[in-house]
């Protein structure tokens, strides 16, 4: 049987640098006889000659709508805007199942040409869990920052974080927090909820990095249902929960104007401002890393939040070993059918395909 062709596509999203495909995992897939073909990327944080040493075949940016049909387009975010129908088989993360804005057209062009998705964040196992995630990074660059923003905010700088980009790698970001909590002169409380879960755990272990203790509550911790009185006792909560129902928020506008509120800084990496369920529910709108914070509360005391949806980014070079590691046994059986991660994806894919026509069908 012939190993299938991978094509590795430039990324176009501003800031976005990390790949789903590092050049050592792409070596090991040449090395399992897969043909890869990899665009040139400037954004990318591999240099593209570190993809043709792997044994990659280099192309241009944006060629992939040429590939032969059965070739599978692999990338990270958005494919770029367009209308021509889509032929081939995508993996990628598409935002295209929870009704995202473009959803309806995205659908549409794979019904048209006939292709294929495979949504990098239905790719689940037997127990439903995800294969390959970045929530781990998503966490430890949140709480980096909150970290950061907490120590500017001591020493008044307003608003306390400017454009943030990429770091090089983890240790630089903590070498950063640790001296500006230096230079601060004093430390924080920091809370971390959803403390066992991906994202949880890497914002303790960030905090921990940088020489700090940290409150950790998950499932156990918030039984009583909010709102926590002693969050406002702390300097810094680090939100992480998953959420998928509805929970009495952890925190109220009102408790936050309550005098004696210590807390001064919020990193909601959960980042479900849109969602109904949202445990957080004192705030309207995300934030990005041209502008991180977001000023609540003005004054003396101010009180600022961080709701980036795409952390990770922040650290490109981890987050990409580490998804594309995860990632990598399951390319490596795209030419079988035993494992069960990518029949199960397509059978979602047309499910909501099927949805969408039926939809499109019916009479107004
Ligand atoms: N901002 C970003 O860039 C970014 C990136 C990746 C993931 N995320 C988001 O972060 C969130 C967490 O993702 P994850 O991969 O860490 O999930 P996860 O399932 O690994 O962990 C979630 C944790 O939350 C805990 N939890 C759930 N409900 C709780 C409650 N009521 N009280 C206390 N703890 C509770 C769970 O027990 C678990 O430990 C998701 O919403 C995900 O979409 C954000």
Known sequence: MKSPHVWLRSETKTF????????GCARELVAAGFEVTVERCDQRIYDDDAYQRAGCRLTEPGRWPE???DTIILGLKELPEDSFPLVHAHIYFAHAYKEQEGWRELLARFTKGGGRLYDLEYLVDEDQRRIAAFGYWAGFAGAAIGLLAWAKQQGGARPPLGKLSA??????LIEEVSDSLAKSGTRPRVLVIGAKGRSGRGAVDAATAAGLEVVPWDLEE???GGPFARINAMDILVNCVFVNGPLPPFLTEAQLRLPGRRLSVIVDVSCDVHSRFNPLPVYSRGTDFREPCLELIAGEHPLDLIAIDHLPTLLPVESSEDYSRQLLGHLLTLGDRSNPVWDNALRIFQQKSAALAA???EPQ
């Not at 976005?16 to 050049?23: C, D, K």
């Open 16 to 23: 976005e640098r990390r790949t789903p495909l590092t050049p």
């Open 67 to 69: 590939a032969s049909k």
């Open 167 to 172: 770091f090089e790698n983890k240790n630089r």
């Open 222 to 224: 918030t039984r009583g």
């Open 359 to 361: 939809n499109i069908k």
